[in-house]
Every structure is written in C-alpha cells, then in structure tokens.
C-alpha cells in the first residue's frame, strides 16, 4: 500500500515523460514527411514545441524548490533556485556565448570558429562555477535530507548536461565528418537527452514538493 501511495507524486513525472516521448516521436515523422511548419516539430530548433516545453519545465523546477523551501522552512534550497534561474535564462538568451564572444574579443584570439567555442566552453564552466558554488557552500551546511536530495539533483543535473554538452560537441562533430544519416541519430539522442533528462528532474522535484506538501 505505501508504494500505491508513494506512485500518486511521481504522475507528473509520467505525464512530462510521455510529452517527451510524443515530440521526439513527431521529430522522427517530420524529419522524413515534413509538417506544414516544420519548425514547430523540430525538437532542435528554438521557438520549437520541444524548446517551448523545456522552458516551461525549468520554470516548474523553480516553483517546485520554492515550495519546498517554504514546506521545509530551509533557505539553502535557494541556492538551487539560483542555478534553476540562471539554466532557464540561459535558455532562453544563450548568455554563455555571448559571453565567449566577449572573451574571444577581449583575450584577443584569431583562431576564428574553433577559438570561439573553447571560449563559449570556457565561459559555460565559468558561470557554472558561480552559480554552483553556493549550492556547495549550502550542501556543507545542509542538514542528511538536504544533502540526500542535493545529491539526486547533482546527478540529474550532470545527466542533462552531458547529454548538452558531450552530446552536443560528438553532434557536431557527425555534421561535419559524416553523412546526415549519423547526424540525425546523435541529433535525436542529444536534443531527446536533454528533454528526459530534464523531465526526470522537474518530475523529482515535483514528487518531493507534493511530498512536503501532504506532510
């Protein structure tokens, strides 16, 4: 009976899951019979359906820290709301490369395109520095609970990004050395990552502020 009652607060998180599973599988049709937009359905293109959904995701992950925040009476979730704040403004405005351009101007560098993204990558470890650096401080202090949950989201947290970034990177990389075939499938698996991955941790937070909530 505890684990029917425990299932009730990770529905949101099979509700996320299956939207994901809806726009990567209207990606694949649209790849080979297009829609009369096609850029609606393309889960890699901004102002898509997919791009809409991930913003609305990170803005739910905020509520969701606040009300846990509040529930649990413990400022150092705030920290988190922090990072939260920042993923979803990167988003939307892409603030690392403009950052990296800054970089690239102000350091000087000539070597074009490449030199560029070793400044975007520079600029994306750079913020994320900041802006995890008192999630750390936080976690030193945190009480067993706030740590045990720190911990799931730090994991969640590096799935996301690996599928953002490493994936991103081999993406690119396909674009360039191999034909669009492979290109379309690390695609799929980068820009489907970051769309799971991200529900699983909006669907966590959910499940612990609901939690909280019935307490």
């Given at each position: ?121 520079f600029s994306a470890a750079f ?89």
């Amino acid at each position: 009976m505890k684990k029917l009652h425990n299932i009730k607060y990770f529905i949101p998180l099979f509700i996320l899951l299956a939207i994901d599973i809806v726009l990567i599988v209207l990606n694949a049709i649209n790849i080979y019979h297009p829609f009369p937009n096609p850029k609606l359905y393309a889960i890699e293109v901004d102002d898509s359906y997919a791009e809409d959904f991930q913003n609305f995701k990170w803005i739910i992950m905020i509520i969701a820290l606040a009300m846990i925040a509040v529930f649990r009476k413990e400022k150092k979730y705030f920290a988190w709301i922090l990072v939260f704040l920042f993923l979803f403004l990167e988003d939307v405005f892409r603030i690392h490369q403009s950052l990296g351009l800054f970089f690239y101007d102000a350091f000087g560098m000539t070597s074009g395109r490449r030199g560029g993204k070793i400044m975007e990558l520079f600029s994306a470890a750079f913020l994320g520095f900041i802006f995890m650096a008192p999630v750390f401080e936080a976690y030193k202090k945190g009480d067993p609970i706030f740590r045990k949950q720190s911990k799931a989201i730090f994991i969640l947290l590096a799935l996301f990004l690996f599928c953002a970034i490493v994936l991103d990177q081999v993406h690119r990389l396909a674009m360039i050395q191999y034909n669009w075939k492979y290109s379309v499938i690390l695609g799929t698996l980068e820009d489907g990552g970051e769309l799971i991955t991200e529900s699983l941790l909006t669907g966590y937070l959910l499940s612990i502020a609901l939690k909280q909530k019935t307490d």
